[in-house]
């Protein structure tokens, strides 16, 4: 833990004015899973995309039931900030656990969901988004790293098994 903080303290020597407004509206977005949850249901209105949204859909609510529901209430894991209350926090303080990090897990699900539904073009932008919500949360003082890591690799699963789960229901209702 000792390293982690380090890690953290060490960003927060990379904050200033344009980074901090840069790095909450970054977070904020995916508070709640909300730009995901807008651009899945983006996806399954338009009938080109309907089976990349549901495969997003899938992710984001296997996402959700693990990241959310199971492991952050089984690990319990205090955030940094409690451990370290010096620092002055750029938003409001999450009112969860710490590990795994929620808006990693879901950003990443969304990405792997969009890369493993086939989306050629929105998987990348959203790679992109997914690696700076990350960031921002390292940045912002309320997450570990290795709960953003943990974050980013159950999010890669639940995309991966959101788009198992959606191919087998899609082949099943065509037979």
Request: aromatic share 10%; glycine share 8%; proline share 5%.
């Amino acid at each position: 833990m000792g390293v982690e903080i380090q890690i953290l303290d060490w960003i927060q020597n990379l904050h200033s004015p344009v980074g901090d407004l840069l790095m909450s509206v970054i977070t904020s977005l995916g508070n709640a899973g909300a730009v995901w949850i807008l651009l899945a249901i983006v996806l399954l209105m338009i009938p080109k995309t309907r089976k990349t949204g549901a495969v997003m859909a899938a992710a984001l609510i296997l996402d959700v039931i693990l990241c959310n529901g199971i492991i952050k209430n089984a690990v319990a894991r205090m955030r940094p900030y409690d451990r370290n209350p010096v620092v002055e926090l750029l938003i409001q303080k999450p009112d969860d656990y710490s590990f795994p990090s929620g808006h990693t897990a879901a950003s990443f699900a969304a990405m792997s969901a969009l890369y493993f539904g086939g989306e050629r073009y929105l998987w990348k932008p959203a790679l992109v988004l997914a690696v700076l919500m990350a960031f921002s949360r390292l940045y912002l003082y309320v997450h570990y790293p290795t709960d953003v890591l943990a974050g980013a690799f159950l999010g890669v699963l639940c995309g991966y098994l959101g788009n198992r789960v959606v191919q087998r229901g899609w082949k099943e209702n065509k037979e």
